[in-house]
């Protein structure tokens, strides 16, 4: 009797336990979804906030880059009213700018980009920086057709030089070909005097050679006389011999 109040004791026990437990392990899974809810707004509110402090940082960049902008245009206009003040420009575009200059190509080149910056400007200050640029830009190009003419002139001027120089040159010119004629021309008398003295020359080497020919033919007729005496006188001897005989 004992041994079965005390196991219906126990059952009951366990019974109460399970509800217990199963209590706890139901506020615990309420308490685990109230906190993941809990969590999800948390992480809704971070999402929100990291937007819009996304947004805002965007904003400020926006705006800085604004800033930035509005103070290089204001340097810009302060750097051309500057310009637009010292500038030989100023007072005519008949001046003569150096071409060659890196401080003309400098201030041309920040005319070009003044141009370029006011497009994004008001019309007037468009049309007052085209005006600057077109004005600086007409005066490289007559400097540049300056520097042409001066090189074009110079050209000439030593064209004209040489050809003074070939003018005075030519009465030397005329002396010299007259030498080498006159040269020309001694050379010639001198080869027909050389010609009249060696046919003189000759001359009197077959006058000589004449003479001493005629000398031996004379030498030889009184050598064949002489040979021939002897004869002549055997020939008398005899027809004197025949007379007497006679």
Same mark, same amino acid.
């Given at each position: 009797?004992?041994?079965?109040?005390?196991?219906?004791?126990?059952?009951?026990?366990?019974?109460?336990?399970?509800?217990?437990?199963?209590?706890?392990?139901?506020?615990?899974?309420?308490?685990?979804?109230?906190?993941?809810?809990?969590?999800?707004?948390?992480?809704?509110?971070?999402?929100?906030?990291?937007?819009?402090?996304?947004?805002?940082?965007?904003?400020?960049?926006?705006?800085?880059?604004?800033?930035?902008?509005?103070?290089?245009?204001?340097?810009?206009?302060?750097?051309?009213?500057?310009?637009?003040?010292?500038?030989?420009?100023?007072?005519?575009?008949?001046?003569?700018?150096?071409? !060659?200059?890196? %401080? $003309?190509?400098?201030?041309?080149?920040? =005319?070009?980009? *003044? +141009? @370029?910056?006011?497009?994004?400007?008001?019309?007037?200050?468009?049309?007052?920086?085209?005006?600057?640029?077109?004005?600086?830009?007409?005066?490289?190009?007559?400097?540049?057709?300056?520097?042409?003419?001066?090189?074009?002139?110079?050209?000439?001027?030593?064209?004209?030089?040489?050809?003074?120089?070939?003018?005075?040159?030519?009465?030397?010119?005329?002396?010299?070909?007259?030498?080498?004629?006159?040269?020309?021309?001694?050379?010639?008398?001198?080869?027909?005097?050389?010609?009249?003295? !060696?046919?003189? %020359? $000759?001359?009197?080497?077959?006058?000589? =050679?004449?003479? *001493? +020919? @005629?000398?031996?033919?004379?030498?030889?007729?009184?050598?064949?006389?002489?040979?021939?005496?002897?004869?002549?006188?055997?020939?008398?001897?005899?027809?004197?011999?025949?007379?007497?005989?006679?």
């Amino acid at each position: 009797m004992e041994n079965q109040l005390t196991f219906t004791t126990d059952f009951e026990s366990s019974i109460n336990c399970g509800k217990e437990t199963e209590s706890v392990l139901h506020e615990r899974a309420e308490k685990l979804c109230s906190e993941m809810s809990s969590l999800r707004e948390k992480l809704n509110e971070e999402v929100a906030l990291w937007k819009k402090e996304r947004e805002e940082f965007q904003l400020l960049r926006e705006r800085s880059d604004a800033l930035a902008f509005e103070e290089a245009t204001a340097a810009a206009r302060a750097a051309a009213a500057a310009y637009a003040i010292e500038s030989p420009l100023s007072n005519g575009s008949d001046n003569i700018v150096d071409i !060659t200059s890196k %401080q $003309s190509i400098r201030e041309f080149a920040i =005319l070009e980009y *003044e +141009t @370029n910056l006011a497009k994004y400007q008001n019309p007037y200050s468009f049309e007052q920086a085209e005006q600057r640029y077109n004005a600086y830009k007409h005066a490289l190009v007559d400097a540049y057709g300056q520097k042409l003419s001066e090189v074009e002139r110079l050209c000439n001027e030593e064209l004209e030089k040489i050809r003074q120089s070939a003018d005075s040159l030519q009465p030397f010119q005329k002396i010299a070909s007259q030498w080498s004629i006159d040269e020309n021309n001694h050379g010639d008398s001198n080869r027909g005097s050389d010609e009249r003295s !060696t046919m003189d %020359q $000759s001359k009197i080497v077959e006058i000589s =050679l004449g003479n *001493e +020919t @005629n000398e031996w033919c004379i030498y030889g007729k009184i050598d064949n006389e002489v040979n021939m005496t002897p004869d002549i006188l055997s020939a008398r001897f005899k027809r004197e011999e025949t007379s007497i005989a006679t």
